[in-house]
Nanobody, 123 residues
């Protein structure tokens, strides 16, 4: 089992920044690809970003490219999501995810989920 705990959400004005963190425990962190998803009210959960085990390769949803950056620190068992130039449409609950499979970490079939952290962007 992998336990994931997100933090760093909050209320920010449009154009502002937030940094989300996700602390992992339970298994060897570097064995897992990590991802971030989000779910806005009344919408389905959607993929935001993912990073491979080594951190060398990343992938982003088109809607966040150039504004959000995923990174990881395998020594600290933590993955981050730096969020810049935030827009009201970024308002959602953000979920951290982990899977040993790269294709699965890009989809809703990912094996492990955090409990989510709320991000609200005011206009």
């Amino acid at each position: 089992q992998v336990q994931l705990v997100e933090s760093g959400g909050g209320l920010v004005q449009a154009g502002g920044s937030l940094r989300l963190s996700c602390a992992a425990s339970g298994r060897t962190f570097s064995n897992y690809a990590m991802g971030w998803f989000r779910q806005a009210p009344g919408k389905e959960r959607e993929f935001v970003a993912a990073i491979r085990r080594s951190g060398v390769s990343t992938l982003y949803a088109d809607s966040v490219k150039g504004r959000l950056t995923i990174s990881r620190d395998n020594a600290k068992n933590t993955v981050y999501l730096q969020m810049n130039s935030l827009k009201p449409e970024d308002t959602a609950v953000y979920y951290c995810a982990a899977d040993s499979s790269w294709p699965r970490v890009l989809s809703s079939r990912v094996r492990y989920w955090g409990q989510g952290t709320q991000v609200t962007v005011s206009s």
